[in-house]
């Protein structure tokens, strides 16, 4: 007499190796949202740099801050040092020159508080509510000058 074995799984097996491959998945989930949300940081933190040394640039080789200025229109030295994003309307920003201070406010920017002070410790001391970087009612600004 001749004894068959089966050939393929059974339905038991292929549901604890389903459990299995599950269970992994969730517990990778976090991690993976995790490094997805620091390289976002990463890269605006990073577009946020180059924004702010060509205000810098600027103010190095003019001797002052551009007074005032917008999207479409911008000092052209500054222009040419930036990226598309920032000229074609991907960040949205508004730049304010005052006798009390200088900043750059960033409106539309889309982080959680963690992103924001991941940006913050890249950029300036850590803490959104000092330094250079602050958030303010909810939107990032970068200060140039505050007068004392």
Do not use: C, H
């Amino acid at each position: 007499m001749k004894t068959s074995t089966p050939k393929g799984f059974s339905l038991v097996e292929l549901m604890i190796a389903a459990s299995i491959i599950s269970l992994l998945g969730m517990l990778a989930t976090p991690g993976i949202r995790a490094a997805a949300d620091r390289t976002e940081a990463a890269a605006t933190a990073n577009d946020l740099r180059i924004f702010m040394q060509s205000i810098e640039f600027y103010s190095n080789v003019s001797g002052a801050y551009p007074s005032d200025m917008e999207r479409l229109d911008m000092p052209e030295e500054i222009v040419s040092y930036l990226p598309a994003a920032w000229t074609e309307g991907v960040y949205l920003w508004d730049y304010i020159n005052t006798e009390a201070f200088i900043f750059t406010e960033f409106p539309n920017l889309d982080l959680s508080t963690e992103q924001i002070i991941l940006i913050d410790s890249m950029l300036d001391d850590g803490n959104p509510a000092s330094g250079v970087m602050r958030l303010f009612e909810g939107r990032l600004r970068y200060y140039f000058r505050i007068a004392a």
